[in-house]
Structures are given as C-alpha cells and as structure tokens.
C-alpha cells in the first residue's frame, strides 16, 4: 500500500517556493496577520478552487472536517472563517501575483507549442479582456453602471503556449484601448486584437517599437490603395494591398502604410478583412494568426467555468484580486501537472479528477492512469455478492 504523499500535497509541491518566499518578504506579509500564514492562506485558496467550494464558510467547514489530513496537506494554522476572510483582504494580492508570474515566465520555455506556430521565431500575443459582473450592494467600489458592479480582467495569452503572461484586475468602465498604454512592446513580437482595440494612434505606438500588430478593419474605415500585391489562389485570400489612411484624424494618427488583406474562410464563406503592419509574412498567415487569436476566449470560457472567480471570499478590492490570482495559480499548476506527468486528460478531466481524488495518498500518474494501488486481480471468493440469491 502506498504510504506517501496526497494529491493535493503532490499538487502544491510544484508551486515555486523560492518565489513565494521572495514575494512574502518584498511586501512584508508577515506582519499583518498573526496566527496564519501565507502558505496556509494560498493552500486553503488552492482547496477551494479545486474542490470547487463557492464560498469561505463552506471552504472553511470542509477544512475542518479533514481533521489530521488537514495537517498532512501543509496547513498549519487553525482556520476560522473571520481569519481568513482577513488574511484575504488585508495581505497584498501582490504577493500571489509575483507567484503566479513567477510560474509562467518558468512555463513558457518547457511547455509544448502549437504546431502551427512554431515556425515563428518571435513572440505572439493576444490581448483581450473578459468583464466579471458583481454585486453593486456588496463591491460598491466597482460601479460599472447605474445598477451594475462589475471588474476587467485585461489578460495578455501566449499563442504558441495557451498561458496568460500578464494579467491586470480593473474596473469594467475602463475601456480596452486604455489597457494598451500600459504596455512595453517587445520588438519583432505580434500583438493580435479584435477591433475593440483599433486605435490607430496607439497601434502606432506599436509599429514605431518595431513591434507588429494584426486585427480586423472597421466598416467605416477611409483609405486609397498605395500598391496591390500579388496573391497566390486557392488560400483564401481574395486581395493584400498595401493602403494609407484618408481620414480627418485617422492619417495624422497613423501616418505610415498599412496592409490591408481580404479573406475568405473556405470552410464557412465567411469574409474578413485584416489590417497589419507586417509587410513579410504571406496573406494566408495572417489570417491563421488572427484565427489562433480564438485561444485567448476559450482560456476566459474555460477559467469562468472551471474555477471560482464569479463568486468571491471578500468584498475589498485586494480580496477579489486575491482571489483571481489565485485562480491563476491553480490554472498553472494544473498545466503543470498534466505536462510533467505526460496526462493524457485535457485540463477540464485532470480538474475534476483532482477535485474528488485530492486527498487519496496514491501517486498521480496511477491517480490518472486509473489503476489504483490498492485494487488486486481476480474476484475475492470470500466476499459474498450483495445481489446473490
């Protein structure tokens, strides 16, 4: 019989403590609240995303019931609904952010990449954002509208990975163009937006860091065509010309040529106009980049439907952003484990598993493979049939 670890303790040892310890020092995190740390208060969090609590009396019931186990997963203190809701709002969500970032930047050189992107060199990126909404009673500080609460979270992904590398908690009245002048661009990287973004004077920004940008023409969009380029039949692709914009503002904003390409998807007939500063890469992978541009909307499908970031612990503003970094956490870890364990589940199958096997002292790998330690071959003739006549 297998005497070792817990899931949940396997699980959590792939969190960077180095990190984590760096992080609780730089904000001076242990002296804000006695009693409980902030390894008690991250292991308590990563509980209830996994387990799937949807709230901090819940959480805090279950905890409690685990007894000696409780101990045996790493939390040490003695958890109390009030204390946590404490060490929620009052320790910085700095702490599990550096955490969290601390992961990705690790992630993105081991984890596999998409086929389809690997032959670039460069970095790809797709920015978005998703609105959460929230009770105006209860977060008033998040007024969106007259009767509404709400928060942002504006999250660049990693195309060739599937991970967010940046994440900002804001408001749902702050507009998405707004996120963009909080940026350093990279050169040679590409930065694909739907048309919520177009701005031409920041996408200008963009061009002039040597960086590129991909996203969708507006209807209404005013241009003359500079030079028509030649496209290759049967891609898709019905024109790529090069243009410069003719409107009042939209000319002085952004001065420079743009590329402006007319697809046709071959599956649906639907078509699509894309504009890029890209002069180099084929028509066709352009629109393949814009198409990958849908993985940044299933990671928000995938994060508001598996994890808890709809129903918050707390009502302060450092609670909620505790708590969807913390969300983020539990993304990478279970990333993690289905990459270094070599999982053949997709990540929704390797949360629910991990959701009812959490506190089973078996190895992952036999956790997943579904061949548990303690089960033997053949039928036990001394164990009678419950339904034997």
């Given at each position: 019989m297998y005497?070792?670890?817990?899931?949940?303790?396997q699980l959590t040892d792939l969190l960077p403590r180095r990190a984590f310890l760096n992080a609780i020092d730089r904000y001076d995190a242990r002296k804000r609240v006695r009693g409980f740390?902030?390894?008690?208060q991250l292991l308590c969090m990563v509980f209830a995303q996994v387990t799937g609590r949807s709230s901090l009396r819940e959480t805090v019931l279950c905890l409690n019931a685990l007894g000696a186990s409780r101990y045996h997963c790493g939390i040490r203190g003695r958890i109390a609904r009030s204390t946590l809701a404490d060490?929620?709002?009052?320790?910085?969500?700095?702490?599990f952010m550096d955490t969290?970032?601390?992961?990705?930047?690790?992630?993105?050189?081991?984890?596999?990449?998409?086929?389809d992107l690997q032959q670039f060199t460069s970095r790809l990126y797709a920015i978005d954002s998703t609105t959460i909404d929230l009770c105006l009673r209860l977060f008033p500080w998040a007024l969106f509208r007259r009767r509404k609460a709400g928060i942002k979270a504006h999250t660049i992904?990693?195309?060739?990975?599937?991970?967010?590398?940046?994440?900002?908690?804001?408001?749902a009245n702050m507009h998405d163009i707004w996120f963009l002048d909080q940026l350093v661009y990279q050169p040679g990287a590409f930065y694909i937006v739907d048309k919520g973004y177009i701005d031409f004077e920041r996408l200008h920004r963009v061009h002039a860091a040597s960086a590129f940008f991909v996203t969708r023409r507006k209807k209404r969009m005013k241009f003359c065509v500079v030079e028509r380029l030649p496209v290759a039949p049967g891609t898709g692709v019905v024109s790529d010309r090069l243009i410069r914009l003719r409107g009042v503002k939209s000319r002085t904003a952004y001065p420079d040529l743009l590329r402006l390409i007319r697809y046709v998807d071959?599956?649906?007939?639907?078509?699509?106009?894309?504009?890029?500063?890209?002069?180099?890469?084929?028509?066709?992978?352009?629109a393949m980049l814009y198409r990958k541009r849908w993985r940044i909307e299933l990671f928000f499908k995938w994060v508001k439907q598996h994890l808890h970031i709809k129903a918050f612990f707390g009502t302060s503003p450092n609670a909620v952003k505790s708590q969807v970094w913390i969300a983020v956490i539990v993304f990478m870890l279970t990333v993690r484990l289905k990459h270094r364990h070599h999982l053949r589940q997709d990540l929704n199958q390797v949360l629910q598993i991990l959701s009812v096997t959490i506190l089973q002292k078996?190895?992952?790998?036999?956790v997943f493979s579904g061949k548990s330690a303690g089960k033997t071959n053949?039928?036990?003739r001394n164990q009678l049939s419950l339904f034997e006549m």
């Open positions: 005497q070792g670890q817990s899931v949940f303790t740390s902030c390894a008690d060490v929620n709002e009052r320790r910085d969500h700095r702490i969290a970032m601390a992961m990705i930047h690790a992630d993105l050189l081991t984890l596999p990449q998409d086929p992904l990693d195309l060739k990975t599937g991970i967010p590398v940046f994440l900002r908690v804001s408001n071959p599956k649906t007939g639907k078509r699509f106009f894309f504009i890029t500063n890209n002069r180099t890469l084929d028509p066709a992978t352009i078996e190895p992952v790998f036999q053949g039928d036990d």
